[in-house]
T-cell receptor
Framework: KNEVEQSPQNLTAQEGEFITINCSYS?????LHWLQQHPGGGIVSLFMLSSGKKKHGRLIATINIQEKHSSLHITASHPRDSAVYIC????????????FGTGTSLTVIP | GAGVSQSPRYKVTKRGQDVALRCDPI?????LYWYRQALGQGPEFLTY????????KSGLPNDRFSAERPEGSISTLTIQRTEQRDSAMYRC???????????FGPGTRLTVL
């Protein structure tokens, strides 16, 4: 069983649609990260959360610590949002090791 | 430097050879992480350092893998007696101390023939 589960694995959306990617985790965490991996392979950190909600431009990330669940929302999606979105958690219970989800591959069609 | 750099960007080696992968973190970043990413998979944690001290090496697959960061800056991940299953993208990231944002390097694509 993976410590971090993401859904959906693949997502295709029309430009302008509101997108939600979900992440559930089973370990105690000190922080949760949302990462974006571009088609070229580069990884960029989007958000780091330990509680509540963060917003950056059209991206919104929320976390519910009690339910061990986080969501990444993209409003007014655009083809340049096409990428793999990865959820990662840092667990102090296991030496602050990071656990990663397998990613959600998003394709936004013009 | 402006960002995390890794070298080489690509490494092709024959099975049984040793390889050394280098990571140069963002200047001043205390924490340095090594990950491995197979094609189509998310990153897999290998090990991390705070300053020169290796904090957690539980993610290293076996004793052929080792890492060091002797002066608390540049780090080297060494794979001895490489095997084909070691082929992957090896990524390095750095951050300030604690649960803060990580900055990822471009990775080293290792291919073991």
């Amino acid at each position: 069983k993976n410590e971090v589960e993401q859904s959906p694995q693949n997502l295709t959306a029309q430009e302008g649609e509101f997108i939600t990617i979900n992440c559930s985790y089973s370990v105690g965490i000190s922080a949760l990260h949302w990462l974006q991996q571009h088609p070229g392979g580069g990884i960029v950190s989007l958000f780091m959360l330990s509680s509540g909600k963060k917003k950056h431009g059209r991206l919104i990330a929320t976390i519910n610590i009690q339910e061990k669940h986080s969501s990444l929302h993209i409003t007014a999606s655009h083809p340049r949002d096409s990428a793999v979105y990865i959820c990662a958690v840092r667990s102090p219970n296991t030496g602050n090791q990071f656990y990663f989800g397998t990613g959600t591959s998003l394709t936004v069609i013009p | 430097g402006a960002g995390v750099s890794q070298s080489p960007r690509y490494k092709v080696t024959k099975r049984g050879q040793d390889v050394a992968l280098r990571c140069d973190p963002i200047s001043g970043h205390v924490s340095l992480y090594w990950y491995r990413q197979a094609l189509g998979q998310g990153p897999e944690f290998l090990t991390y350092f705070n300053y020169e001290a290796q904090q957690d090496k539980s993610g290293l697959p076996n004793d052929r893998f080792s890492a060091e960061r002797p002066e608390g800056s540049i780090s080297t991940l060494t794979i001895q007696r490489t095997e084909q299953r070691d082929s992957a993208m090896y990524r390095c990231a750095s951050s300030a101390l604690g649960p803060t944002e990580q900055f990822f390097g471009p990775g080293t694509r290792l291919t073991v023939l």
